[in-house]
């Protein structure tokens, strides 16, 4: 069973709406989650991490986590045609110095 | 600059011909990790190595490789390599793999897009 799973997508949102990703994982111990954009042809980039139960928010972008549920979500606000890309979760089990990532979700924004 | 350094970028070779991809970061970083991506399969962690001749498996070690002798590189190696090992690779670093303590950022190298004929 995949560790780390994501909305397959991909989502089409447009310009200005909130895109909305999801993400659940299977080990309870978990306990670092990050989110990850990665542009077509691109390498990887850290744009959120969250530790805790609730919401951390940055800017455009807010995750929320909920440990008892294994969930874990993302979402951009006023959304823009630079937020188009791959939307990776990646989850640490805590006991070691893994991480595990989920396959991605393709974001479109539409202008 | 900081960054993570991968070569070759390409390659294409054939099975059962040895090949290693160098990686090397010049942040002083302790935790160095490779990956591969596959489509619809996400990034999947091939080893990690927390520090100079520390290393341990990811979720995908079969077939691969590694070796840290000293702490700014990290190479991959595949010594036998087969067709189910084309694949996108990336190498990353960052300055500890303890990830709950702060905002820990991996820096990810431009990838190594490996095909085995």
């Known amino acids: 069973q995949k560790e780390v799973e994501q909305n397959s997508g991909p989502l089409s949102v447009p310009e200005g709406a909130i895109a909305s990703l999801n993400c659940t994982y299977s080990?309870?111990?978990?306990?670092?989650f990050f989110w990850y954009r990665q542009y077509s042809g691109k390498s990887p980039e850290l744009i959120m991490s969250?530790?805790?139960?609730g919401d951390k928010e940055d800017g455009r972008f807010t995750a929320q986590l909920n440990k008892a549920s294994q969930y874990v979500s993302l979402l951009i606000r006023d959304s823009q045609p630079s937020d188009s890309a791959t939307y990776l979760c990646?989850?640490?089990?805590?006991?070691?110095?893994?991480?595990?990532f989920g396959a991605g979700t393709t974001v479109t924004v539409r202008a | 600059e900081a960054q993570v350094t991968q070569n070759p970028r390409y390659l294409i070779t054939v099975t059962g011909k040895k090949l290693t991809v160098t990686c090397s970061q010049n942040?002083?970083?302790?935790?160095m990790s490779w990956y591969r991506q596959d489509p619809g399969l996400g990034l999947r962690q091939i080893y990690y190595?927390?520090?100079?001749?520390?290393?341990d498996k990811g979720d995908v070690p079969e077939g691969y490789k590694v070796s840290r002798k000293e702490k700014r590189n990290f190479p991959l190696i595949l010594e036998s390599p087969s067709p189910n090992q084309t694949s996108l690779y990336f190498c990353?670093?960052?300055?500890?793999?303890?990830?709950?303590?702060?905002?820990?950022?991996?820096?990810f190298g431009d990838g190594t897009r490996l095909s085995i004929l």
């Open positions: 942040m002083n970083h302790e935790y």
């Open positions: 190595s927390m520090n100079v001749e520390v290393t």
């Open positions: 080990d309870r111990g978990s306990q670092s």
């Open positions: 969250i530790y805790s139960n």
């Open positions: 990646a989850v640490n089990g805590g006991g070691d110095y893994k991480l595990s």
């Open positions: 990353a670093s960052s300055l500890s793999g303890v990830w709950g303590d702060s905002n820990q950022p991996q820096h």
